[in-house]
């Protein structure tokens, strides 16, 4: 499998750019598209997803256009929007029932799937209840069974943990990891700690482009030396944050340790291991 965008822009006026000049080569695996929120990225995948065209630029799969002809990834696409509904009368077998029939999935094993999909999502026992009666996780969740329903070779989801408590978001993450070998996933978000664990790919997005694309272990490597801890009296933490991008901190009776990011560290500043997030948030601030 493989996707590659090409120059691709998304303009909404004469000024402003949801996605401007961007390219990106995928293939099969997982890829974790980073950015802050506003990044372009829901534009972008939206334009993948092909819910929307692009205004120039290419998108094919496969060496296929599918600006041109969207059809040749919607029959193999599973797709989790960031703001996803449901029919709230309906229980969760007689919904992934209806989003299988939009979608053309049939035949005598569609409620062994669905089944199966509700165990793996931890749902089976709550799959007669209305949905009107879930949870927001337990919604997020129906909307991850509906993605997979029809065994999809292309997988893009937007924010798809964003209501999961940990526990399901660990279930969430097996269970993508057992798809990833065949089929290209995306995963949109700007939680870094779901991308980190999973993703063998990172792509980072500031203001519609493309700022860097590789492995965690290369985009871990352009932030390393830049960053540091040290120690800060309470009552200067506040002027330290005005001049420095602090990563995190947390307090130590009187004083806080802080972890920052720096070109010309503190005398007193120790160099620490760069991880994701320090390489996501020196990428996006520089």
């Known amino acids: ?14 000024k402003k750019y949801g996605v401007s000049d961007y390219s990106i080569h995928i293939s099969s695996g997982i ?5 802050p929120n506003g990044a372009g990225k829901s534009t972008l995948i939206k334009m993948i997803s092909s819910i929307s065209k692009p205004t120039s630029g290419t998108i094919s799969l496969n060496g296929n256009d599918i600006v041109k002809s969207p059809n040749y990834i919607r029959r193999i696409l599973g797709y989790l929007p960031q703001d996803f509904g449901v ?18 999935v049939g ?23 209305h949905l009107g009666t879930y949870s927001g996780g337990m919604i997020q969740r129906i909307g991850i069974a509906q993605a997979l329903l029809n065994d999809p070779k292309v997988i893009i989801f ?13 279930r969430f993450r097996d269970l993508i ?16 700690s779901d991308i980190q664990s999973i993703a063998d790919e990172v792509a980072i997005m500031k203001d519609g482009n493309l ?30 944050k005005k001049y420095h991008t602090v990563v995190s901190s947390y307090r130590l009776q009187d004083n806080f340790r802080v972890r920052y990011l720096s070109e010309t560290p503190h005398v007193d500043a120790q160099p620490v291991a760069v991880t994701l997030e320090d390489a996501y948030i020196y990428l996006t601030k520089n």
């Open 1 to 14: 499998m493989e996707l590659a965008v090409t120059n691709v822009s998304k303009k909404y006026s004469s």
């Open 31 to 35: 890829l974790g598209l980073l950015g």
């Open 87 to 104: 029919y709230p009368n309906l229980n969760a077998f007689e919904f992934l029932s209806y989003i299988a029939a939009m979608k053309g």
């Open 107 to 129: 035949g005598n094993g569609l409620y062994e799937r669905i089944e199966k999909l509700l165990v793996e999502l931890n749902l089976i026992e709550v799959a007669n209840k």
């Open 158 to 170: 937007d924010e798809p943990t964003v209501g999961l408590d940990p526990e399901e978001r660990l």
């Open 177 to 192: 990891s057992d798809l990833a070998s065949e089929r290209i996933i995306i995963l949109s978000s700007h939680i870094v």
């Open 211 to 240: 700022i860097a694309k590789n492995s965690q272990e290369d985009i871990i490597e352009l932030a390393k030396g830049k960053v540091f801890e040290t120690t800060v009296n309470r009552s200067n933490i506040q002027n330290f």
